[in-house]
């Protein structure tokens, strides 16, 4: 009825095939590191077999690939000449042959285990090698991620983060330490974690006193970095250093940083808008910037007017805004004075020296 079940099955042993670069198969198997455990549980599984059918079949074995060839071959030859002799042997009943079908089961189900658990391994100790400027790469070990509430510690404060969450534009003027780049940064880390928006975008003119943006060296993403960096580190604290390189990926565009004369003609949607040190915008950039304005979208602009670096008799587009916002009542305004200071005594008592 099921004729020469044995012989099959001893076929079936000495068949290998090559998984990934890793030989493998019910008598040999070739993996780059012997599992003394595997091959045990590959007797056991064939010592059932023979017990039940009476057939006599070696060992499975070991070996690295590439080694002990003459030894595998032997090997191999043996147990084909067996199975060549024994297939005339039948499996007696109907429930001798389903313990041979599910002890070759257990061998197959042993032996893809066994091959996973080594590719694991490799990949493991690979990926644990790469680094990506000093941030572990995507997929590595969790890192740490600023989960906190964001708190207000002043009156302004708390009116920024209400004027952020219900109003679609928001203006924020106040000198250093009153914490408006660390709350813009950090609601919209939020809005992006809880998926309330697609995407973060991050820009600000590169106008300075005594710099040139064409001075730094790479591409246009690499020259705008350092201008890039008081926000990027809100953002690797409150996303964590894997999801925020994740999200800096070009193909995946959820975070994107930008220069502010790359902004003319887009349109804004689905994001959080962080116009930073709009002190240094003229007006009619602030104009352009701000009818970029689409769908779903929140922008946040901050500046001291004190730190303005733009030529002597033109204005500054952020003090022009705050003067035709002000009594907007769809627009948030928010002027920090030198008493909001956040950031140390120091900084604070900094501002009131050179007041």
Not at 59 to 78: D, F, I, W, Y
Request: hydrophobic letters at 35%.
């Amino acid at each position: 009825m099921v004729g020469s079940c044995t012989g099959r099955l001893s076929k079936l042993l000495t068949r290998t095939t090559q998984r990934g670069g890793v030989s493998s198969g019910f008598a040999i198997f070739t993996a780059k590191k012997p599992d003394p455990f595997t091959t045990q549980r590959i007797n056991d599984a064939l010592s059932g077999v023979n017990r039940l059918t009476g057939v006599s079949s070696q060992p499975a074995v070991h070996g690295l690939k590439g080694s002990q060839t003459s030894s595998v071959s032997e090997h191999n030859r043996a147990l084909s000449r067996d199975a060549g002799n024994e297939t005339n042997c039948k499996v007696p009943s109907m429930g001798r042959q389903k313990a041979v079908i599910k002890a070759r089961r257990e061998a197959k189900r042993v032996l893809r285990r066994d091959s996973r658990s080594h590719k694991q391994r490799e990949e493991e100790s690979v990926t644990s090698l790469v680094q990506m400027s000093g941030v572990e790469s995507i997929g590595m070990a969790r890192d740490c991620r600023d989960n906190s509430p964001i708190a207000a510690r002043n009156e302004a404060q708390q009116h920024y983060l209400n004027a952020i969450e219900k109003k679609q534009l928001v203006f924020a003027t106040g000198e250093a330490g009153c914490g408006k780049t660390y709350i813009s940064a950090a609601k919209a880390a939020e809005a992006l974690i809880h998926k309330d928006v697609d995407r973060i975008i991050v820009t600000r003119p590169v106008l300075q006193a005594d710099e040139d943006l064409g001075f730094l060296p790479g591409d246009i993403s690499e020259k705008f970095a350092p201008y890039f960096r008081p926000v990027y580190d809100i953002l690797v604290r409150r996303l964590g250093s894997s999801f925020m390189q994740y999200c800096l990926r070009p193909e995946i565009g959820k975070v994107e940083i930008a220069p502010f004369a790359y902004m003319r003609g887009r349109t804004f949607e689905n994001a959080v808008v962080i116009l930073d040190e709009a002190q240094n915008v003229t007006a009619a950039q602030m104009k352009m910037f701000l009818t970029r304005l689409g769908e779903n979208v929140t922008v946040i602009v901050n500046g001291d007017i004190t730190q303005c670096d733009l030529p002597r008799g033109v204005q500054s587009g952020l003090s022009d805004a705050l003067e035709r916002f002000e009594e907007d009542e769809m627009v948030g305004v928010v002027r920090f004075g030198k008493q909001d200071c956040v950031r140390s005594a120091l900084c604070q008592r900094t501002l009131n020296a050179y007041d």
